[in-house]
């Protein structure tokens, strides 16, 4: 079975209110979790490689703890589309 090592060095998130940070922060490393623990998911990334940059596009933002939570899971599938080699 392999491994995937993500480091987010820095999250950065202006303009959100405390706790609404703290839901998108929560939402993104769970479904990050989700995602990356998908098998076919894990199949793309069996090679070594390092992906300092990913442009994921306009992501819609709602406002309040509902908002944050979305934003961070529809962040966190956006990543894993483009970590696939």
Known sequence: MSQIHLTI???VLKGF???DRA???RSL???LAR???DPATRADWARSHR???LRLGTMPLENG???GRKFGG???RAIGRGLKP
Do not use: M, S, Y
């Open 23 to 25: 839901a998108v922060a």
């Open 35 to 37: 995602v990356l623990a």
């Open 29 to 31: 490393q769970d479904e």
């Open 65 to 67: 703890n509902a908002g």
């Open 17 to 19: 209110r405390p706790a």
């Open 9 to 11: 060095d820095q999250l």
């Open 74 to 76: 529809g962040l966190a």
């Open 51 to 53: 992906t300092p940059v």
